[in-house]
């Protein structure tokens, strides 16, 4: 079956769901539809993409982590990335200035994070609009996506949550916790582990149906139908993301107040700023550290002091494993100890293995043999 045909099912499975009341009698029938509509986009999506090779942007990643800055054209995004890096992007004050990737490196609190300007995300990106194919496809290997809006206009939060949703990115969700062990016998059994109360055990079966069929799957979530669907679906992207009011030196102290309230309703982290002043960009560094999620080691070397000046930079639930194998591959294969005080320690120095995890502001020191 090629793409266009696949595209003409899809149209017709949105049409049936459209067209079909939801109440207790359709509920698994729309279930299966929905399950079926997010195989077939996914299927469609891998073609696209592999028929789209060398149109992408040449990134490659840099430092601790990589940070996206996502908005519609003309919205400050080139501002912003070179008040906060060594980038060079060009400004205009109209539409599309940025044309190409332009990354820059923040350093902050001893990590190095990249940020990159990508063009403006237009309403119909995940369709290709805008250069939307080659922006999504940077986005989906980022750590954090800052979506930036205007003070001023109307925000369009919702339409570019939309696209990065369409093309299988999940903003500030975990994995859906759920295991699915297929079995050569049996059909599908479904064991919930939580009460579930947003779908029912045989809506659950109707869904799996769709993509397996035979099964034993846990559900360890009161979870939508959609987390499920998503559970089978290779291709989700699961980021955290914060928005940016931009241009916050146009607006008033009440306007700007009731954009920030009606933002964290919805349920988004949120921060103001003025690139072109440079307000706020101290917390907005603060808040891209914590979200994510490093923590800072400080190496000892046996008999020397503690280098507090220059931190390994981590992630939370990271390990002492995590260190040696960032410090050299012989660390591992020659380990036979480390000695930790901070945060993570029981007492004063604490011996420890590989598995111990580590916390910000540890003092470590690792032992091998020689």
């Known amino acids: 079956m090629d ?4 595209e003409k099912q899809i149209k017709n499975i949105e049409d049936e ?7 207790k009698a359709t509920e ?4 299966k539809l929905k399950a079926k509509l997010a195989r077939l986009r996914s299927e469609v999506e891998k073609r696209k993409s592999t028929g789209a090779k060398g149109k992408g942007f040449a990134i490659k990643k840099h430092g601790d982590a990589t940070v996206a800055l996502i908005g519609f054209p003309s919205i400050g995004k080139s501002t912003l990335i070179n008040r906060l890096t060594d980038a060079k992007s060009r400004i205009g004050s109209y539409d599309f200035t940025t044309l190409d990737a332009i990354p820059g490196m923040l350093k902050h609190n001893g990590a190095d994070i990249q940020i990159l300007d990508l063009p403006g995300l237009i309403s119909g990106a995940s369709e290709g609009k805008g250069r939307g194919r080659e922006v999504l496809s ?3 290997n980022v750590d954090l996506i800052l979506f930036i809006i205007d003070a001023q206009h109307k925000d369009h939060l919702d339409l570019m949550a939309d696209e ?11 994995k859906p916790d759920v295991v699915v062990k297929k079995t050569g016998q049996g059909g599908i059994n479904i064991n919930a582990t939580k009460k579930l109360t947003k779908i029912t055990e045989e809506l659950a079966k109707s869904i799996s149906s769709e993509y397996v069929i035979n099964a034993d799957i846990v559900i360890r979530e009161d979870l939508t139908e959609d987390r499920l669907i998503d559970a089978f679906i290779q291709n989700r992207i699961y980021v955290p993301a914060i928005v940016l009011i931009n241009k916050t030196d146009l607006i008033s102290e009440k306007t700007l107040q009731s954009k920030i309230k009606n933002i964290k309703q919805s349920g988004w982290k949120v921060i103001p700023i003025s690139a072109r002043k440079g307000k706020g960009l101290n917390k907005l560094k603060e808040l891209i550290f914590s979200e994510l999620s490093f923590i800072r080691i400080y190496m000892k070397p046996v008999g020397k002091p503690a280098d507090m000046d220059d931190p390994l930079i981590l992630k939370e639930g990271d390990t002492v494993e995590t260190v040696c194998k960032k410090l050299h591959r012989d660390f591992q294969d020659k380990f036979r100890y480390a000695a930790v005080s901070g945060p993570s320690a029981k007492h004063d120095i604490q011996k420890v293995g590989l598995d111990h995890v580590l916390k910000d502001g540890d003092i470590l020191t690792i032992v091998i043999s020689r």
Do not use: D, M, P, Y
């Open 3 to 6: 793409t266009s045909e696949i």
């Open 138 to 140: 940077a986005v989906r």
């Open 164 to 174: 990065l949703h369409r093309a299988g990115l999940r903003l500030n969700q975990k």
């Open 17 to 23: 769901i459209f067209n079909t009341q939801k109440n």
């Open 28 to 31: 698994h029938h729309i279930g």
